[in-house]
């Protein structure tokens, strides 16, 4: 069983950066595509961005692009999200989210099969 546990949510001023970590175990890291979701109070998870495991391949939501970026070390068994310029509208809170072994991106949250329990960011204005 694949779990996820992320890190590095806090609350900053509008323009700061942050950096999320989400530590993988328990499953193929190396063959699993890996994506960032946000959710802001009373509404869905949206797709904020995805890393493939074929070449690192990313793809970002059209409100981050840009300003983040989505990286993976799989020596380490970690996916990052390094976030930068950011926004109060930025607030909410993120999971990371993997889909099992060999399945390419995906940018639907009913796709993913692993979830972490998510970090709260909060960007005050």
């Known amino acids: 069983q694949v779990q996820l546990v992320e890190s590095g949510g806090a609350l900053v001023q509008s323009g700061a950066s942050l950096k999320l970590s989400c530590a993988a175990s328990?499953?193929?890291?190396?063959?699993?595509?890996l994506a960032w979701f946000r959710q802001a109070p009373g509404k869905e998870h949206k797709f904020v961005a995805v890393i493939s495991f074929r070449e690192d391949r990313t793809i970002y939501a059209e409100a981050v692009k840009g300003r983040f970026t989505i990286s993976r070390n799989n020596a380490q068994n970690t996916v990052y999200l390094q976030m930068n310029s950011l926004k109060p509208e930025d607030t909410a809170i993120y999971y990371c989210?993997?889909?099992?072994?060999?399945?390419?991106?995906?940018?639907?949250?009913?796709?993913?099969?692993?979830w972490g329990q998510g970090t709260q960011v909060t960007v005050s204005s």
């Open positions: 328990g499953g193929a890291f190396s063959s699993s595509s």
């Open positions: 989210a993997a889909r099992k072994s060999g399945l390419e991106v995906s940018f639907s949250a009913l796709e993913y099969n692993y």
